[in-house]
């Protein structure tokens, strides 16, 4: 049965046009698209005044984890900058921590903000929680050197996009449960959330190509999966598991309204609602999955990505006029 699917936003749909699509990937496939070139990130960083440091950081089992850490030149040490901590997209099983980083460095630019980027092993090489694990301990490890990086340690706020916006949201529970680390916000950008797959908006992005299928979704899940049954999945490595989001920090969710993620996402704010906490979400209509980070020249682009830098205003600077 097919599936009507809401309308393209038209500058997108011309966009997108141009863009060879997939309907699923395959083991084969990802080899081939892990050997394309990483994003580099040092155009992003020959106009800006900033200073890069590349740390490793032991994962819980002695893997060492590459953070890339930014910082602006001129952070006043008596007050400390805010903190993005930052996970990239690429559905679990590709990118790298330079992946979509020209949306946290704009934070950098805005407001002065000390962006890390953690480089978290990808399925199927790792499995289960060792993705949200690795983040977990870059984020702790961020915290500890807070006073020695200029950061505020009251305001660190993770982020990510996609799959990242997933580890975002179970590093964000993993802190909730173990008390530590303080998270000010969690920024989850069309974030994938649940591996069950079961959505109307999951069968609606289904039978075609696209940027991110419902086919392409059920690969990056079994990878990440292994060979766990879905009694075994914490709610750590898929959050709309969880059954309490009650005690999470202020939250940003957006996704577009033509994208798998569209309803995991919406609920997962419903939810934070429901358990008395504070979210603030958007569906960008006609947005397609990821359609800001691919065409951010677009003007629902610019506006999706301006609306969050306006939150982060009113989080970080909420005396001052956004």
């Known amino acids: 049965m097919t599936t009507a699917r809401p309308a393209l936003d038209p500058e997108l749909r011309e966009l997108l046009a141009d863009m060879p699509l997939m309907s699923q990937l395959s083991p084969d496939v990802l080899a081939q698209l892990r050997r394309l070139p990483s994003t580099p990130v040092e155009p992003l960083l020959a106009h800006r005044q900033v200073d890069r440091r590349e740390v490793t950081v032991p994962a819980k089992d002695g893997v060492p984890i590459p953070l890339s850490v930014f910082s602006p030149v001129n952070i006043d040490p008596t007050t400390g900058a805010p903190c993005v901590y930052w996970m990239h997209g690429g559905g679990m099983v590709m990118g790298d921590r330079f992946s979509q980083i020209d949306i946290p460095l704009e934070w950098l630019d805005e407001f002065g903000a000390v962006v890390v980027s ?22 702790l490890w961020v915290a500890e050197h807070a006073a020695e ?86 709610a750590y490595v898929s959050p709309a598991l969880a ?43 006609g947005g397609f999955h990821g359609f800001d980070a691919l065409y951010p020249q677009a003007r629902i682009s610019a506006t999706a990505r301006r609306t969050r830098t306006e939150w982060l205003a009113r989080l970080l600077l909420p005396d001052s006029a956004t």
Request: glycine share 12%.
């Open 149 to 234: 990086l200029g950061i505020d340690p009251a305001r660190i706020i993770v982020a990510g996009a996609s799959a990242g916006g997933g580890l975002a949201a179970g590093v964000t529970l993993l802190a909730r449960d173990l008390g530590a680390p303080a998270i000010a916000a969690q920024m989850l950008i069309c974030p994938m959330l649940d591996h069950r797959n079961v959505s109307t908006s999951s069968r609606q992005y289904a039978d075609g190509p696209g940027v991110w299928t419902r086919e392409m979704n059920e690969f990056g899940w079994r990878a990440v999966l292994g060979d766990l049954t879905d009694d075994e999945v914490p």
């Open 243 to 285: 059954g309490d989001l009650s005690g999470l920090p202020t939250t940003y969710i957006d996704t577009g309204s033509a994208e798998v993620f569209r309803d995991e996402d919406t609920d997962y704010a419903t939810r934070i609602w429901a358990a008395g906490g504070q979210a603030e979400l958007h569906v960008w209509a």
């Open 118 to 139: 953690v480089d978290y092993r990808l399925a199927p090489e790792a499995t289960g929680t060792a993705l949200v694990d690795d983040c977990y301990q870059g984020l």
